[in-house]
Structure formats: structure tokens, C-alpha cells
């Protein structure tokens, strides 16, 4: 499967914006989904995953009750819908896929990546 990252850009502090993650290639509804991100100068971070039926989610603790995960398996794609956005939210946020079961938290669970998103937090 292939993954197109896109919705970053640039907002205030208290702003919101939505990513999609385009998927293509089969069975895009048989993949656990995740968001990762990487901030500059630090290593890339768990966000947010959700399971293959979208009926399971979870979130790292800094962004939970601010992002919610998403999915339209009729559409191959998964969003992630970012409110009240503070500085520490910049980073490049990167979708990615796993052919396992559940939610997936650790990066190395997952077979696929996207290219990732720019989302700039400005004060």
C-alpha cells in the first residue's frame, strides 16, 4: 500500500487542522493505522492509531481529548483532526500502516509510511 501524507501548514496557537492520509493499493481496511510525528532535532513520536475496523483508538497522552483519529475505509483514507494546537505540536507528521491486529503504538509494528506533513504551530 502507498500512503500520501497532507492537510500541514501553518497555524496559530489555539488553531486547528485536519491531515489525511490517502491510501492506495488493496485492502486498505485490513491495515491498522497510525500518526507519527517528528519535531526538529528530536526522534519521531507516536501520535495517535486506530484499527483496521476504526472502532479502536488511542493516543499518546499530549494530544489526547485534542486530536481525534479517523477513518473512511469507503475512501481509503485516514484523518487527523488537530484542535486547540499548541507550538509543541510543530513537526512533520507522518501516517503510516500495519497488517496486524489492535492498535498499534510502536513504529517498528508498522510495514508502510507516508512522506510526511509540515504542520507549523506559531505562538
Known amino acids: 500500500v502507498q500512503l500520501q501524507a497532507s492537510g500541514g501548514g501553518l497555524v496559530q496557537a489555539g488553531g486547528s487542522l485536519r491531515l489525511s492520509c490517502a491510501a492506495s493499493?488493496?485492502?486498505?481496511?485490513?491495515?491498522?493505522m497510525g500518526w507519527f510525528r517528528q519535531a526538529p532535532g528530536k526522534e519521531r513520536e507516536f501520535v495517535a492509531a486506530?484499527?483496521?475496523?476504526?472502532?479502536?483508538?488511542y493516543y499518546t497522552d499530549s494530544v489526547r481529548g485534542r486530536f481525534t483519529i479517523s477513518r473512511d475505509n469507503a475512501k481509503n483514507t485516514m484523518y487527523l483532526q488537530m484542535n486547540s494546537l499548541k507550538p509543541e505540536d510543530t513537526a512533520v507528521y507522518y501516517c503510516?500502516?500495519?497488517?496486524?491486529?489492535?492498535?498499534?503504538?510502536?513504529?517498528?509494528?508498522?510495514?508502510?509510511w507516508g512522506q510526511g506533513t509540515l504542520v507549523t504551530v506559531s505562538s
Open positions: 493499493g488493496r485492502s486498505f481496511s485490513s491495515y491498522a
Open positions: 503510516a500502516a500495519g497488517l496486524r491486529h489492535g492498535v498499534l503504538i510502536e513504529d517498528d509494528e508498522y510495514d508502510y
Open positions: 486506530i484499527s483496521w475496523s476504526g472502532d479502536t483508538t
